[in-house]
């Protein structure tokens, strides 16, 4: 390297400064930032335009990194299975055993048991900010088995989790690291630097892990998220503070759950270590925490709080399962009857892609941090799948709020939802008629891809949809294509 170069390089490397600017405004992506993180680090924003999930390429750069991350890239083929759950070994059902998680703490389990073991020296995970009353999301560098706890609740809201990696960068001692995150911040971080992220932040070659979760439809900030569930009956603006967790469930209810009246400071509580000193935290240490559940049918809400609970990185989303993770672990698969069954002891759906994945789920089972409830095999072929999502998914489609706004002109949501006597009953009768299991998340997958795909044409244009969709969201929605066709011709768009 030339005196000249050297000092252009370095020069270069000193330039790269983290955004502290408002936020969306003064990020690459403006309002289709997911704040995902990677631009408020110094390691991170030099990438942006080759990483960013909403630049160029976007949500489709990620299938280039398929191969080098798995192994192989998608199979697209009649099944649709890599097409809708992505590459992947095997599909399971398990349980977690930890108390105060938003489920069973099955993917806190899985990241414990890596930490405890010695494989990894630090965990990333998505904590609260116990600071704002409702629990922002903040990304927490964790270094012990306790800190790992603190990613136990989060609020569905946009969190800067890649803003950690000049920590990462900057620490020796971090050779090797579980990431824990959703698909967005996770493909920015497998593309960092040319895809190098091991390079990037100093860890071994092969020294990176990552834990993904299926996310959807995320709220822009906590703010507007906690606007949500101000609107679910039974909840209002005076307990919103109260609400610990909250999911959008198969049996077309909104579960929240709440600190029970009397018992506020219990969160700070959740968050701090009852570890013994330099052992394994204990899977009893942590009492139940006192709760209520609150159930609200999805007709009670107003139609008009929809638009803006979501953010707009999440309307040009198509990476609903995490598909560059080593393992990921959601709901959406999961079998859930809704009048038995809860959050806290329902079962997840754990996706297997690839050999680090399958040795970190062994591990969590072995440690006794996780049990495999069901092998489902590729595809998850063993597990329960009824019903045919096809028509319900059309159904769905022309009736959303953000589908109406962008297919008929004038259109206003309505700011009234249905009396709760009037949604529940509804809800029954269409849990009822909703497929079941697997093919509940094909419904879901399908539902989001052809949804956002409307919303991609209209703020990108066809030619920077057609770019920035994947192949394997096109695949999915290939059959549908006439029904869309008919839905565009009748809203006149
Ligand atoms: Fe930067 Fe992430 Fe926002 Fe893209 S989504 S502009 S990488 S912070
Ligand atoms: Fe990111 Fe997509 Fe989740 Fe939104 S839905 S937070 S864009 S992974």
């Not at 946009?158 to 959703?182: K, M």
């Not at 045919?388 to 959303?400: A, G, L």
């Not at 030619?463 to 059959?479: E, N, T």
């Amino acid at each position: 390297m030339t005196a000249l170069a050297a000092l252009i390089a370095a020069s270069s490397v000193s330039v790269a400064k983290p955004i502290t600017g408002p936020w969306p405004q003064a990020f690459p992506a403006k309002e289709l930032c997911s704040n995902c993180g990677l631009c408020k680090s110094a390691v991170g924003v030099p990438s942006v335009t080759t990483a960013c999930a909403f630049i160029g390429d976007g949500m489709a750069r990620a299938e280039s990194i398929e191969a080098s991350v798995h192994g192989r890239a998608r199979r697209i083929d009649e099944s649709l299975d890599e097409a809708h759950f992505g590459v992947h070994e095997t599909i399971v059902l398990a349980r977690g055993f930890l108390n105060n998680a938003q489920w069973t703490g099955v993917a806190t389990g899985v990241a414990l048991a890596w930490l405890e073991s010695g494989e990894v020296d630090a965990v990333v995970v998505t904590g609260s900010d116990a600071r704002d009353g409702f629990g922002a999301p903040q990304p927490i560098l964790c270094r012990t088995p306790a800190e790992v706890l603190q990613g136990r609740r989060v609020k569905p809201s946009l969190c800067p989790s890649l803003q950690v990696l000049d920590e990462i960068a900057g620490d020796p001692s971090i050779r090797r690291l579980l990431f824990c995150g959703v698909g967005c911040a996770v493909q920015a971080l497998r593309a960092l630097e040319g895809a190098s992220p091991e390079a990037a932040l100093g860890l071994e070659p092969d020294g990176l892990f990552i834990l993904g979760t299926h996310c959807v439809d995320n709220s822009p900030t906590p703010q507007a998220a906690k606007r949500f569930v101000s609107t679910l009956p039974g909840i209002g603006a005076e307990r919103a503070k109260d609400v610990l967790a909250y999911e959008f469930m198969s049996d077309f209810r909104v579960h929240a759950r709440l600190r029970s009246v009397g018992e506020s400071g219990a969160g700070e509580e959740r968050g701090s270590s009852r570890q013994a000193e330099g052992g394994p935290v204990s899977l009893e240490a942590d009492a139940p925490a006192a709760e209520e559940v609150v159930k609200a049918a999805y007709m009670t809400l107003p139609p008009s709080i929809g638009i803006p609970s979501i953010a707009p990185s999440c309307f040009a989303c198509f990476d609903y399962t995490n598909g560059l993770a080593d393992l990921v672990v959601g709901y959406m698969g999961a079998p859930f009857e809704g009048a038995k069954d809860e959050m806290v002891s329902a079962p997840l759906m754990v996706t297997v892609r690839n050999p680090k994945g399958r040795m970190m789920l062994e591990r969590a089972v072995a440690a006794g941090r996780v049990q495999i409830l069901q092998e489902g095999g590729h595809g998850g072929r063993a597990l329960l799948s009824t019903g045919d999502r096809r028509p319900i998914t059309m159904k769905t489609v022309s009736r959303d709020t953000m589908v109406q706004s962008l297919t008929t002109p004038g259109f206003v949501a309505g700011d009234r939802g249905a009396p709760p006597w009037v949604g529940n009953f509804l809800a029954s009768i269409i849990a009822r008629t909703l497929p079941k299991g697997l093919e509940f998340a094909r419904y879901s997958i399908d539902y989001h891809f052809l949804r956002n795909a409307l919303y991609c044409e209209d703020r990108m244009g066809e030619a920077g949809a057609a770019r920035h969709i994947p192949q394997y969201a096109k695949a999915l929605m290939a059959g549908y294509a006439e029904e869309m066709k008919e839905l565009r011709r009748a809203g006149g768009s």
